[in-house]
T-cell receptor, first 114, second 115 residues
Framework: AQSVTQLDSQVPVFEEAPVELRCNYS??????LFWYVQYPNQGLQLLLK??????LVESINGFEAEFNKSQTSFHLRKPSVHISDTAEYFC????????????FGQGTELSVKP | DTGVSQDPRHKITKRGQNVTFRCDPI?????LYWYRQTLGQGPEFLTY????????KSRLLSDRFSAERPKGSFSTLEIQRTEQGDSAMYLC?????????????FGPGTRLTVL
């Protein structure tokens, strides 16, 4: 069965510092990988996705994630965070040809301090 | 606004009562998903529809839960004889199937509190 583990429940960082949010998954078949973000009092939004091809994917606001098949990881990174990046981040997987249902990790609360 | 909408946004009920939530997907989307999110956890898949057909139900969906999508547009999720453990945020998402990948767009959720 699929599972997703986010290794850190809370990550406090100072503004302009780099950050890495870790995600590992378990699946016996090929998967699509996602990071979703949930800003305070808002719904879930897709931040970035890995479907195939280049293992490094980027978002429009400076986040990137790298798919590592051998380590079954999909860590999220940003070289310099802003106050506005404060949010809950969820890693998720979806197995090929399984109707698109998403299996989410527990979430990581990123708190950016001035 | 043409995003996914959910109604109500908040529901407080007493244990044992029945509740019903509604989800209106993005109009051209043929897939609709329900998830449940409890405090401090990620969303958990409950069920999904393609058009009006319910194609998968999670084991989390006990017989007190029922979901419908009668005309392949909006969907309802009903919980009968609510229990305190049903308190959670119920999320709806929709997508357009038929592509290699179908991005799911989420609604704002319905927060259920069972007293």
């Amino acid at each position: 069965a699929q599972s997703v583990t986010q290794l850190d429940s809370q990550v406090p960082v100072f503004e302009e510092a780099p950050v890495e949010l870790r995600c590992n998954y378990s699946s016996s078949v090929s998967v699509y990988l996602f990071w979703y973000v949930q800003y305070p009092n808002q719904g879930l939004q897709l931040l970035l996705k890995y479907l195939s091809g280049s293992t490094l994917v980027e978002s429009i606001n400076g986040f990137e994630a790298e798919f590592n098949k051998s380590q079954t990881s999909f860590h999220l990174r940003k070289p310099s965070v802003h106050i506005s990046d404060t949010a809950e981040y969820f890693c998720a997987v979806s197995e090929y040809n399984q109707g698109g249902k998403l299996i989410f990790g527990q979430g990581t609360e990123l708190s950016v301090k001035p | 606004d043409t995003g996914v909408s959910q109604d109500p946004r908040h529901k407080i009920t007493k244990r044992g009562q029945n509740v019903t939530f509604r989800c209106d997907p993005i109009s051209e989307h043929n897939r609709l998903y329900w998830y449940r999110q409890t405090l401090g956890q990620g969303p958990e898949f409950l069920t999904y529809f393609q058009n009006e057909a319910q194609l998968e139900k999670s084991r989390l969906l006990s017989d007190r839960f029922s979901a419908e999508r009668p005309k392949g547009s909006f969907s309802t999720l009903e919980i009968q004889r609510t229990e305190q453990g049903d308190s959670a945020m119920y999320l709806c998402a929709s997508s357009l199937a038929g592509q290699a990948f179908n991005e799911q767009f989420f609604g704002p959720g319905t927060r259920l509190t069972v007293l």
